[in-house]
């Protein structure tokens, strides 16, 4: 009945994130990945519209939107491969491209009669002990990345971009456990 369209019908993948690992570590995609591309493929004519509140966070997370397309490259592969090589800088050209296009619309809630106040909430002693724990652990692990980053990398060779994939995990982890630390 979809096909019947004359027009082509139009699907709608909203939380289409969940698609995501059509390409991952294990080998095996998952079956919403799967059901994804066997639906696009089965409706050829079908305009799609991929909607997600995240979008994707690595270029392999992009495998699944068929529709977009591989932008003159022989493969997704071929793209995915560039892409990931040329670091974070390829990537905000091609998201800009993307945008320019008209193929990605990136949007932010309005924070239009939003109020807020600063409250200072006093930390008991236990609060302030974990605190500070906390903080030691993080600059101990820090001077670990450190350390073990001189031994590979040597004084005045490059760092490779394995390394700086590896930073942006730390940072992001210790963001992750300090915000969660301060909202629990």
Excluded at 93 to 117: D, H, Q, V, W
Excluded at 139 to 152: A, H, T, Y
Excluded at 155 to 169: P, V
Aim: hydrophobic share 40%.
């Amino acid at each position: 009945w979809l096909a019947k369209d004359p027009y082509g019908p139009l699907v709608v993948f909203d939380e289409c994130h969940k698609a995501k690992n059509l390409i991952n570590e294990s080998g095996q995609p998952t079956k919403t990945a799967m059901a994804v591309v066997a639906l696009q493929q089965a409706l050829p004519n079908a305009r799609v519209m991929y909607c997600s509140a995240t979008g994707a966070s690595e270029p392999k997370n992009l495998a699944y939107m068929t529709r977009l397309g591989s932008f003159g490259f022989e493969t997704f592969k071929e793209m995915l491969d560039t892409l990931t090589e040329s670091g974070m800088g390829a990537l905000e050209m091609f998201a800009l491209g993307l945008k320019a296009t008209g193929s990605y619309l990136c949007r932010t809630l309005s924070y239009t009669g939003a109020e807020f106040e600063l409250e200072s909430c006093p930390l008991s002693g236990e609060m302030t002990l974990m605190y500070d724990r906390s903080s030691e652990f993080w600059q101990m692990m820090l001077n670990v990345f450190k350390l073990v980053d001189g031994g590979r990398a040597g004084m005045h060779q490059k760092i490779d971009k394995g390394a700086t994939m590896k930073w942006a995990q730390f940072w992001g982890a210790h963001q992750r456990f300090f915000r969660q630390m301060l909202l629990s």
